[in-house]
């Protein structure tokens, strides 16, 4: 530890205090799965399935045992996989494109919109009416609600329905972000979800879940999910193991139920940090209009990015950068993946000023105030 720096004050994200603000009933709930004896794919996983479709609005949900897994589910369960390609961006976690790759299929990425960091549907269609050259069939498109920011999801439904490919939305950050009265999530296809301790909703590990509309699909990918078993032991399909277990299930359904105030405590937070940035160089979160913020992460943009952290770091605030390389620049797939045709122009643009403040909500009133004055003395 560099002893000339001040201790951390504000961390920027702290997963252990969601559990400790509901450590009675996260406890007695682990308690509950522990005494079942029954530890995978037992009644609290399905009672966290049914529950959450209907917060989500879905009528299945699948748990699974991370996001990236949630995703390469959904492409297979699909029939997406070798032969195929799958539209996505650069800059999103790397698990988007992991998760493309896992099933054999083709990753293209195109770039984003400068203010709201999301899928730009123009280069989209661009793409759509020409892919670049020597790549196989496009048959997906994978957009990303980046930061609990929708994308513009349904002009890219419109484009993805006009050449007859599926939508796959990465929920990953935007649990219970919404577009008009639709909860993100419930747009396209299916959708995926990790459920990463750090996320809206978070697990006290590993955890993922899909959901979708397609009961079909949602019986196909609940046996891909465990082996190909539709009967026990007996493979119908070639699957694989990815499931979410009891105890994470009971957690998540502790989490569940108090999701929306946790949210609500996010655009909180949010409309404070707005106000101490108020006609400072620093650049908030556009929000779309007509969509609802969950803010999974408040990211600003910085001319000046070293700068503004080292600012903050001399004040005891931590920040983090969501995310400083993009994917198409990264050594393990720098000059192998196909881009769109500006190249991911804006997205080495944003990953350069890119800042992610503190965000969770058990940040203490306290604590916020303390980023506050600092974004106005950084201003000032």
């Not at 997963?15 to 603000?21: E, T």
């Not at 978070?202 to 465990?226: F, P, S």
């Not at 399909?237 to 998540?252: I, K, T």
Request: a neutral charge; one cysteine or more.
């Amino acid at each position: 530890m560099n002893a000339s720096l001040p201790p951390v004050l504000v961390p920027q994200a702290d997963p252990g205090a969601s559990y400790r603000a509901q450590k009675a009933e996260i406890d007695a709930a682990i308690a509950r799965a522990l005494a079942s004896g029954w530890y995978i794919l037992g009644r609290e996983c399905a009672a966290f399935e049914t529950e959450f479709a209907a917060w989500q609005g879905a009528k299945r949900a699948v748990g699974v045992a991370n996001g990236t897994d949630a995703l390469a589910l959904i492409l297979r369960g699909l029939g997406i996989g070798p032969g195929d390609s799958v539209v996505t961006v650069s800059h999103t976690a790397v698990a988007t494109v992991a998760a493309i790759e896992m099933v054999g299929a083709v990753p293209i990425l195109v770039d984003i919109e400068p203010d709201t960091y999301t899928m730009d549907p123009a280069e989209l269609e661009a793409v759509l009416a020409a892919p670049p050259p020597g790549v196989p069939p496009i048959r997906a498109v994978v957009p990303v609600h980046l930061y609990g920011q929708p994308a513009a999801i349904e002009a890219i439904v419109a484009l993805a329905n006009r050449h007859g490919v599926a939508v796959v939305e990465d929920c990953s950050q935007s649990h219970g972000a919404r577009v008009g009265e639709r909860t993100c999530g419930t747009l396209g296809r299916a959708a995926a979800f990790s459920l990463y301790p750090t996320k809206n909703l978070g697990a006290l590990g590993d955890g993922g879940v899909l959901t979708t509309d397609d009961e079909a699909l949602a019986e196909r990918i609940a046996a891909l999910r465990q082996y190909g078993w539709r009967q026990r032991y007996i493979s119908d399909l070639p699957g694989v193991n990815s499931r979410l277990d009891e105890v994470q299930a009971a957690a998540l359904r502790v989490k569940l139920a108090a999701l929306d105030a946790a949210n609500a405590r996010r655009q909180a937070i949010a409309a404070a940090y707005d106000a101490a940035v108020a006609g400072s160089a620093l650049a908030p979160p556009a929000r779309r209009p007509g969509t609802t913020h969950v803010f999974h992460q408040y990211v600003l943009r910085c001319g000046d990015r070293a700068r503004v952290q080292a600012f903050l770091r001399a004040r005891g605030i931590a920040t983090n950068i969501h995310y400083p390389v993009p994917v198409h620049l990264q050594p393990a797939y720098r000059g192998r993946v196909a881009l769109g045709p500006s190249a991911c122009r804006e997205t080495e643009a944003v990953a350069a000023s890119v800042l992610s403040l503190p965000m969770f909500p058990e940040l203490t009133d306290a604590q916020v105030e303390a980023v506050c004055d600092a974004l106005r003395a950084l201003s000032g």
